[in-house]
């Protein structure tokens, strides 16, 4: 299953290519660009919350999409190419903090993942497709659009880690 796979390439996507860095570098950034410790506490931050959000979400019935037509729009272009447009500003509550933990960032990364998977195996099918959670800017999204996003999400900030790593590098 294709959500299943997006599901479980992200951890190779964020966390694999940091796997080495020392923690010195972990925290290094270009002037008024975030660091690789930032960029994965955003991503544990949002993958998180939306696991935390479906689960609450478990026992809820009779719920449909609310969305307007210029968010479905929208949800159609960002996650059918699956590419972000550069310089979005992330909602405050996915910010990152100042100092952060690794090994505390790494870990609600992958429990974070790990609890969505649950969910994908667990809940049937027509469960996934009809329980939503509100997105800031593509308005309602289902299970498999969330992990959808979470991938494109990933790849975006993944390549924003490659060149942080380039960056490194060079200094």
Known sequence: ????????????????PVADLGDPDWRR??????SVAKV?????IS?????????????????????????????HMLLGPGKLPENIEAPDYT????ESDRQEISARFRMGVERTRALLEEWPEERKL????RHPIMGDLNLPEWV??????????GQQIERLLQ?????
């Not at 950034?29 to 975030?34: L, R, T, Y």
């Not at 479906?54 to 479905?72: L, Y």
């Not at 959808?148 to 900030?157: S, T």
């Not at 960056?167 to 200094?171: A, C, I, N, P, T």
């Open 1 to 16: 299953m294709k959500v299943q796979r997006q599901l479980s390439s992200l951890e190779s996507i964020v966390l694999d």
């Open 29 to 34: 950034a270009p002037n008024g660009k975030w």
């Open 40 to 44: 994965i506490e955003h991503l544990a």
């Open 47 to 75: 993958v998180d919350l939306v696991a935390t959000g479906f689960e609450m979400r478990a026992e809820k019935a009779g719920m449909e999409r609310r969305a307007t037509p210029a968010q479905s729009v929208v949800r």
């Open 95 to 98: 910010m990152p903090s100042e």
């Open 130 to 133: 009809e329980v939503f959670l």
């Open 148 to 157: 959808r996003f979470h991938y494109v999400h990933c790849k975006h900030h």
């Open 167 to 171: 960056w490194l590098e060079k200094e």
